[in-house]
Nanobody
C-alpha cells in the first residue's frame, strides 16, 4: 500500500527555517515526480515546489530563492528546505507523488507550518 508520511512542520518565527520531509513507501520512488503543496485557511491548495524523476525542479514565484526541494531516492524521501519564512507561508503542507502519464496521484496527510512571532 502506497504511503506518504510528512514530518518536520511546526511553529517558527518570521525569518526562521524549517525542513519538511516526506517518506514514501509502497512505491518505486524513483519513478515518481514529487511535489510539495500547501493550503492556507480559506484558500485553494497551491503548488509550492516540484521535482521530477529526472530531478528537474520548479517553484512557485512566492518561494523562489527561499525554498529548496530535493530528493534522495535511496531513502525514498523528498525534502523541502524552507528559509526566510514569512507569516504568509503559514499553511498545511502536503506531499504529492504523481506519474501523470499513468494517471497516478497520491497525497500525504499534511503537516502544519505556522510562521508567527
Amino acid at each position: 500500500q502506497l504511503q506518504l508520511v510528512e514530518s518536520g512542520g511546526g511553529l517558527v518565527q518570521p525569518g526562521g527555517s524549517l525542513r519538511l520531509s516526506c517518506a514514501a513507501s509502497g512505491m518505486i520512488f524513483s519513478l515518481y515526480a514529487m511535489g510539495w503543496y500547501r493550503q492556507a485557511p480559506g484558500k485553494q491548495r497551491e503548488l509550492v515546489a516540484r521535482i521530477t524523476a529526472g530531478t528537474i525542479t520548479n517553484y512557485a514565484d512566492s518561494v523562489k530563492g527561499r525554498f529548496a526541494i530535493s530528493r534522495v531516492n535511496a531513502k525514498n524521501t523528498v525534502y523541502l528546505q524552507m528559509n526566510s519564512l514569512r507569516p504568509e507561508d503559514t499553511a498545511v503542507y502536503y506531499c504529492n507523488a504523481e506519474r501523470r502519464y499513468y494517471g497516478e496521484e497520491y497525497w500525504g496527510q499534511g503537516t502544519q507550518v505556522t510562521v508567527s512571532s
